[in-house]
């Protein structure tokens, strides 16, 4: 089955540690994103990748990192300079630059304790 | 700075009735509005767009109306369904096409 993939689904690291979250896509997509979701509160981009080997940041890059090596896969990495790491993050991808309509994985709850 | 907003966080709805959920949005300059669906644990998914261009557009059993005068965009939901029941978020999508704003999100309930 084609689809875009997340995990792990529930992530707890310490504080201070960088910790990378896995994105995983088989529908042949060239862009992908990473959204991060805090409770009752909507979607805010972090990165995006239009093509491979290329990325941009988003509103809220700032203590994030990300690669585009392959097409399917598009790892983000919390870093230990991010304020408030807690939170939902959601990765998707779509056909390409112009598509509305993105897929998006079930996402990675991570904690940070 | 631009931004793209809900009314209401709450929506209770009896089975069987209609839904509207609203969206008020501040770039004009976006070409693309859009609505997505988040079940509970799960990631969003589309519902329908519609072109800046566009006043409406139906699908099935949704609706979306877009009125620029006022920059308010509304998910009409026919025969609420208990499936219903998610969280409904509002998008736009920039000149570049290559970036989704969201909006914060309304939760619809659907009482059985």
């Known amino acids: 089955d084609g689809g875009i993939t997340q995990s792990p689904k529930y992530l707890f690291r310490k504080e201070g540690q960088n910790v990378t979250l896995s994105c995983e896509q088989n529908?042949?997509?060239?862009?992908m994103y990473w959204y991060r979701q805090d409770p009752g509160q909507g979607l805010r981009l972090i990165y995006y990748?239009?093509?491979?080997?290329?990325?941009q940041k988003g509103d809220i890059a700032e203590g994030y990192s990300v690669s585009r090596e392959k097409k399917e896969s598009f790892p983000l990495t919390v870093t230990s300079a991010q304020k408030n790491p807690t939170a939902f993050y959601l990765c998707?991808?779509?056909?390409?630059?112009?598509?509305?309509?993105?897929?998006f994985g079930q996402g990675t709850r991570l904690t940070v304790v | 700075g631009e931004s793209v907003g809900l009314h209401l966080p709450t929506l209770s709805v009896q089975e069987g009735d209609n839904s509207i959920i609203n969206c008020a949005y501040s770039?004009?300059?976006?070409?693309?509005f859009i609505w997505y669906k988040q079940e509970s644990g799960k990631g969003p998914q589309f519902i329908i767009d519609?072109?800046?261009?566009?006043d409406k557009r139906q699908g099935q059993r949704v609706t979306v109306l877009l009125n620029k005068t006022v920059k308010h965009l509304s998910l009409q939901i026919a025969a609420t369904q208990p499936g219903d029941s998610a969280v409904y978020f509002c998008?736009?999508?920039?000149?570049?096409?290559?970036?989704?704003?969201f909006g914060g999100g309304t939760r619809l309930m659907v009482k059985p």
């Open positions: 998707a991808s779509s056909i390409g630059q112009g598509s509305t309509e993105a897929f």
């Open positions: 770039n004009s300059a976006s070409d693309y």
């Open positions: 529908l042949n997509h060239d862009a």
């Open positions: 990748s239009q093509i491979v080997n290329d990325f």
């Open positions: 998008a736009e999508r920039n000149n570049a096409g290559n970036m989704l704003t």
């Open positions: 519609i072109r800046s261009n566009m």
